[in-house]
């Protein structure tokens, strides 16, 4: 194993050693990364400043149409008002990200795709609620419209309103509204088809040798979601934890294995793509990160399962964003789990330190693997 | 065209990464099969096993010591005490003696480190429980610090750092909450204030630390987990200075100073000298939420309507995360056209 992470200059040699690169094209390579240099993207943690202003101005704009008596009496007139913003919102952001003005054309750009955003947002709530009262139902059926809208404007507004923020959240709202209405109307093992869907996503978005740039925020808004629908799955799926969070409400329990079974199988497939393909399934390493999963998936909470597959997927590839996450949600799985184990806390406090010290023995014997050996000189 | 070949070899020798590797491929410059070799090139040149075995590591002595506390928790009415202190104490110097036979230099042995200074909080709270020594909990958070102060400074280790800066943060709250007055505001800023100034002097020791060549620093999160929580407990403060009349007092116009101070010092610093968008992103969050409360508090009094002054306020939100958003990338832009000094 090389001391230094492989660089860029790294990759183009061995393309041109390989004869997939000519020395031209390296060369049109290292113009195009000093280029993408001097005008780089937002990175992510603007576009939570971004992201945070334009919530609080469209929670700011609703206000002010519900306070001005301007919100219409009926549900269809609102779903209208609502889609005739989120269009407008659309047509802002296209219009402001191909404004011109010299020296002010990124702050005018930036303002606009902000007020777009904000606008949009209002919008889409205004939608939501419409689309919700538009017919007269039971509460399932009313968040079954609102799931279904939403995934409906994404799937419109996804080309149309071109911003990667926009897109991100779009999807993140599908997500979000898809298991309300799945947990709402008590098809609790919905949630379970949620997980593999998601799981398959990320695993085929991030996976695969190229994700498209227009991609990446339905990609990440999954990632995000994975975890997220996984925590509820396990809350749903304890009785301790459902009492902390609906007090004095009747524990509803769907069994946790189909999401381990799905995403035990997911977390395989992400080592075999960290392997460098299926054929490597005979290597030793993998066959050991195989069984750990098997039994962490027959044994342990689907959480870790999925911390674990973002970790390495992020690790993989070299991504901090999904590294993040891996690392954010990876605790609270742990934690969940031994919180949740029926036991008493001196049996607790063996089986702790017992998981603890199987995890330092497993390291010792592994390190003195000649795969282990050759990876740590 | 770029003709600086400066430029181009700093360029060169980022590490890859996926997401470069894609836009590569998108832009047309790799054809599929030189893509897929790239990104398997990547994967396979990730050092794996040093991460899996370091994950193991972390998780497996997390583990060990979250049983050893909740061993300790349980507080066996059967085991004397003279077995409970031969126990902690038994695990504490081997903690401390492995730690000093596998070396500061490697992970392990910091680790082992970290693990007996958490195991003085467990010998601390033991000896509470035994002797019912009637000391506040502070003291016992501050006394914790105190006592592991010396190993943190040898450890050479950021986690342990952190730790130790949360123990302290500990001692202050708990400080605030049961020794002094609830009937003034006063001491609750002087917390904050206090509280920031301690996370300020982390940053600032992590920067100078980094500059001088210390490895174990040069990673930048933890300068970001103290930036972070040392404008949180600035910005609070500050922000209650400009919406709450009651908060109207020296203390609390000393800690908005600081937070002015910091945020100059910050932008100066992280701008210029380290040059860090991450850094310059969370004091454009503080300027935001202090900006915006400010702006808020001027409508809402001003305009009887509410609905005129939401309008208002929305476009004045917006006009402030964009001016901001709209800053940090003119600089962003700024600071990748100079090169690295």
């Not at chain 1, 290597?283 to 674990?308: N, R």
């Not at chain 2, 894609?22 to 990104?39: D, F, R, T």
């Not at chain 2, 210390?214 to 987990?225: D, E, I, N, T």
């Not at chain 2, 937070?259 to 701008?271: C, D, K, P």
């Amino acid at each position: 194993m090389a001391d230094r992470p492989m660089t860029l200059g790294d990759v183009l040699e061995r393309l041109q050693a390989g004869g997939l690169l000519d020395a031209q094209g390296a060369d049109g390579i290292a113009e195009e990364l000093c280029l993408s240099r001097e005008a780089p993207s937002a990175p992510w943690f603007v576009k939570v400043l971004f992201a945070l202003g334009a919530c609080v101005a469209a929670a700011s704009f609703f206000v002010f149409l519900a306070c001005a008596g301007l919100f219409p009496k009926s549900a269809g007139a609102l779903l209208v008002m609502g889609l005739v913003l989120v269009a407008g919102a659309a047509a802002l952001r296209f219009v402001s990200g191909h404004v011109s003005v010299a020296q002010l054309s990124l702050a005018v750009s930036v303002f606009g795709a902000q007020l777009a955003l904000a606008v949009s947002v209002a919008g889409h709530a205004m939608a939501l609620v419409g689309a919700a009262g538009v017919v007269e139902g039971p509460w399932g059926d009313m968040l079954a419209r609102v799931a279904l809208a939403s995934l409906i404007l994404c799937i419109v507004l996804y080309p149309l309103h071109r911003d990667a923020l926009h897109r991100f959240l779009s999807c993140l709202l599908v997500a979000a509204a898809t298991t309300v209405w799945l947990v709402a109307s008590e098809r609790y093992h919905g949630l379970h088809v949620l997980v593999l869907l998601e799981a398959v996503a990320i695993g085929v978005f991030f996976t695969r040798w190229r994700l498209p740039q227009v991609l990446r925020p339905m990609a990440y808004a999954l990632a995000c979601c994975l975890p997220l629908t996984v925590l509820l799955v396990i809350c749903i799926n304890s009785a301790t934890l459902w009492g902390i969070l609906w007090p004095g409400e009747k524990a509803v329990l769907t069994p946790a294995w189909p999401s381990s079974a799905v995403l035990a199988l997911w977390l395989i497939w992400l080592y075999l793509w960290a392997a460098g393909g299926v054929a490597r399934w005979r290597q030793e390493a993998v066959l050991v990160a195989m069984v750990v999963t098997v039994a962490l998936g027959a044994f342990t909470s689907p959480g870790i399962l999925a911390g674990g597959g973002l970790l390495v997927l992020g690790f993989g590839r070299r991504d901090s964003r999904l590294l993040g996450l891996g690392l954010a949600f990876f605790p609270v799985f742990l934690v969940i789990y031994y919180y949740n184990l029926d036991l008493d806390l001196a049996t607790k406090s063996y089986v702790l330190a017992g998981s603890g010290g199987i995890l330092l023995v497993v390291r010792a014997l592994l390190g003195w693997r000649p795969w282990a050996r050759e990876g740590a000189s | 065209m770029t003709e600086d070949p400066n430029r181009k070899d700093e360029v060169l020798t980022r590490p890859a990464d996926a997401a470069t590797i894609e836009s590569l491929c998108e832009a047309g410059h790799l054809g599929p099969a030189a893509c897929e070799a790239a990104q398997g090139w990547l994967r396979a040149s990730r050092p794996w096993w040093d991460w899996v075995s370091r994950s193991l590591l972390f998780v497996g002595a997390a583990l060990v010591l979250s049983g050893v506390v909740f061993f300790f928790a349980y507080n066996w009415a059967k085991m004397g005490p003279v077995l409970k202190f031969v126990l902690i104490d038994v695990a504490l110097l081997a903690c401390v003696a492995g730690a000093w036979l596998t070396g500061l230099d490697r992970i392990a042995g910091k680790v082992l480190l970290l693990c007996a200074g958490l195991l003085v909080g467990v010998l601390l709270v033991v000896y509470g429980q035994t002797y019912q020594t009637g000391a506040d909990a502070y003291e016992l958070f501050v006394g914790w610090a105190v006592l592991i102060a010396g190993w943190v400074l040898i450890s050479r280790f950021a986690a342990f750092w952190l730790m130790w800066l949360a123990l302290v943060h500990l001692g202050v709250i708990l400080y605030r909450v049961q020794i002094l007055t609830h009937e003034e505001r006063w001491p609750e800023i002087l917390m904050f204030l206090v509280l920031g100034l301690l996370d300020l002097a982390g940053v600032a020791a992590r920067e100078i630390g980094a500059k001088r060549g210390a490895a174990w620093l040069a990673r930048r999160w933890p300068g970001w987990v103290m930036l972070a929580a040392a404008l949180v407990f600035l910005t609070i403060p500050t922000s209650l200075l400009v919406v709450v009349d009651e908060y109207q007092h020296p203390v609390t116009v000393l800690a908005a100073a600081t937070w002015v101070v910091a945020l100059g010092a910050g932008y100066w610093f992280f701008r210029y000298r380290a040059r860090d968008l991450l850094s310059l992103t969370l004091c454009a969050l503080s300027v935001f939420a202090v900006v915006v409360t400010w702006i808020g508090k001027g409508v809402f009094g001003a305009l009887e309507e509410v609905w005129s002054a939401c309008l208002l306020f929305g476009f004045a939100v917006i006009a402030v995360s964009s001016g901001l958003g709209y800053w940090l990338l003119r600089t962003w832009r700024a600071m990748a056209r100079q090169p690295h000094g």
